[in-house]
């Protein structure tokens, strides 16, 4: 039963860091359908943000996150910019832009191997190797701060999209795009917006992820997968139902590690996920 609960806690919380991993995807992929598979790329580089800082000046990975923020924000509407006048506006978009975005993961891997090699790279911080216990749980700091984080965070885009005029445009965009433009918005700016807020969660994730173990160059590849598989079983675009799939996973995987080895947690992941696909293709909270 200690065995039990453990694992269920350390599902749990980190299940909430990958719903911060997988929110910007699910407004690439989910609500622009745009199919950034570079998303984990741009988590690795805010890791290595946080580490460079982290080293140098000594400050907290998670406040490195947000202030790298509104950069990685710029990069985003780059990065849209490029690939809307290369291949969105010519229509190219469903294998050129993939092969696009492939491109600028090779890019970002082999940058940052080339200017730090392939060791792994961690942080310090306080509560970095501290834990507590609740009965016969262990908490583990560096699994409680992402947890925290990453909730504040995927929560502010999910009030941000619901509750702002911009953020009912992003999700509008998807829905309507006709419309959209009816109503006086420009689609293009709509989503080059939309682009650099997904963009701007992964300085914050990959700062949450160097702060539960060290990282180097080509650990994005792990968590494609995992991102996209997030937020398909939450249903395409449905924040909350990332939210759920990811704390699913999570559990899930958590599970596995601990009762059958941690190289099954992959599998029967992505096992459950073509059974719930199969019973529900739409995801969890996606539309019928």
Known sequence: MDLFANAIVAGILLGAFYAAVAVGLAITFGQLDIVNIAHPAFVIVGSYIAWIVNAR???????????????????????YRVYYAAF????????????????????????????????YRSVSAAYIGKSFELGPVGVPLRLLVPFVVAGLMTGGVWLYLSRTFTGRAILAVAQDRLALQLMGADPVRVKQFAFGLAIATTAIAGALLIIIGPVE????????????????????GSIPGMVVAALLLGVVESFVSTFAGPSWAPAVSFGALLVTLAVRPAGLFGRA
């Open 57 to 79: 000046l000594g400050l907290d990975p998670v406040l490195v996150g947000v202030l790298a923020s509104p950069l990685f924000f710029l990069v985003g509407a780059l990065v």
């Open 88 to 119: 969105e506006r010519t229509g190219q978009e469903s294998l050129s832009g993939l092969a696009f975005f492939f491109g600028v993961m090779f890019i970002v891997e082999v940058s940052l191997i080339l200017a730090y090699g392939v060791d």
């Open 217 to 236: 160059p080509s650990l994005g590849r792990v968590y494609i997968g995992r991102a996209f598989a997030i937020v398909v079983l939450g249903g395409m």
